[in-house]
């Protein structure tokens, strides 16, 4: 039977979440949805926005590559070898280059020339897409769209130094042109909420008349013990301080949406990545393989990869993409909802 989650023919929009090689998770579940529906997933919605990793898969869509072509010659293929081996070599180049990144951006391009090559963004016509980026010099974000009162301003822009802009991860890559870093620093490692504002105020879609699939990359959880933060010292915050921001900015832009959109159908999908959820929640046997919550923006070794494309066909094909309104709590294997745990007040001073 042909999957339709559409029926009722709305606008449909797409966001996709940052996160390097994970990505590939993002992929593979759109992989399957093209299996579901007969469809490429191009055909399937009128805008696609992405971050980083999810820039990479909506700029591939918008030139029209199925999610299965980016799936096998970008993410399974092109786009590992912009990422060394983690070897000597490695950290002495990171020395010498004044620890500002761990790898050069000329490999990240050359994975996505031959698909972007002398393409600007105007080139862009069905889907609209929408990438993010942070300029450091005045530290605003720029939402980068093909269609929309915004479209003039990036007609120009190659779409492999958008793509790049968006994808550039302090640490990981140097600046794009020395003055963009990815989209996901700041609030946008989830692009929903702008998006789905793009496509309102700016487009002109109707709010009742959208349908919004918003995607990430996997979620890793961060649970410390009891009593552990006593003895953190300034490594430890900044790691935690990170994090956090990251994980928290992802599902407020999926809460934030439909709390301003009340009329839209916004459907956000997320994994759990932890390996009992893998293992019991979606059948995936993990003996023998790597540990899924320490899959990671670089990882990038064929048990990796084949595990993310694992987790990604299985957990999409778990889904019920019919279900309006769903979250990833409503879901197989999905991120589970934040609860709030117990405490004991007793013998302390703020009693």
Excluded: C
Excluded at 108 to 126: N, Q, S, W
Excluded at 184 to 206: C, D, M, Q, R, T
Excluded at 221 to 250: F, H, K, M, Q
Aim: aromatic share 10%.
């Amino acid at each position: 039977m042909v999957l339709n989650f559409n029926p009722d023919g709305k606008k449909t929009l797409l966001s996709l979440d940052g996160g390097g090689m994970r990505g590939l998770i993002t992929v593979a579940m759109l992989a399957e949805l093209e299996a579901m529906t007969g469809k490429p997933t191009y055909e399937l919605f009128d805008m696609v926005g992405g971050t980083s990793a999810g820039a990479i898969i909506a700029a591939g869509l918008g030139l029209h590559m199925s999610a299965q072509d980016i799936l096998t010659q970008v993410y399974k293929d092109r786009l590992p070898k912009a990422f060394p081996k983690r070897d000597l070599g490695l950290w002495i180049r990171y020395l010498l280059n004044g620890l500002r990144y761990l790898y050069p951006l000329e490999p990240f391009v050359e994975a996505l020339l031959p698909y972007t090559k002398g393409r600007k963004m105007r080139d862009f016509t069905a889907p609209i897409v929408y990438l993010t980026t942070k300029d450091v010099r005045t530290g605003n974000t720029y939402y980068v769209v093909s269609a929309g009162k915004g479209a003039p301003a990036f007609a120009d822009w190659p779409i492999s130094g958008a793509v790049a802009a968006s994808a550039a991860a302090p640490i990981y890559f140097p600046p794009v042109l020395n003055k963009f870093v990815d989209g996901a620093v700041g609030s946008y490692g989830n692009p929903a909420f702008g998006a789905h504002v793009e496509a309102v105020e700016y487009i002109g879609w109707k709010e009742e008349d959208i349908l919004h699939v918003s995607l990430g990359t996997g979620y890793t959880p961060d649970t410390r013990g009891e009593s552990e933060a006593e003895n953190w010292w300034l490594r430890d915050w900044v790691e935690y301080l990170i994090i956090e921001a990251i994980d928290d900015a992802a599902l407020q832009q999926a809460f934030v949406s439909r709390a301003i959109f009340k009329r839209s159908d916004i459907r956000r999908y997320n994994p759990y990545l932890t390996r009992g959820s893998v293992e019991t929640q979606l059948g995936i046997p993990m003996t023998g393989r790597p540990d899924p919550s320490r899959l990671g923006l670089d990882s990038v070794s064929s048990a990796e990869i084949e595990l993310l494309e694992a987790i990604g066909r299985t957990y999409a094909r778990k889904l019920d993409w019919t279900q309006p309104n769903v979250m990833p709590w409503d879901t197989i294997g999905g991120h589970p909802k934040p609860g709030i745990l117990p405490v004991d007040w007793r013998g302390t001073p703020y009693q």
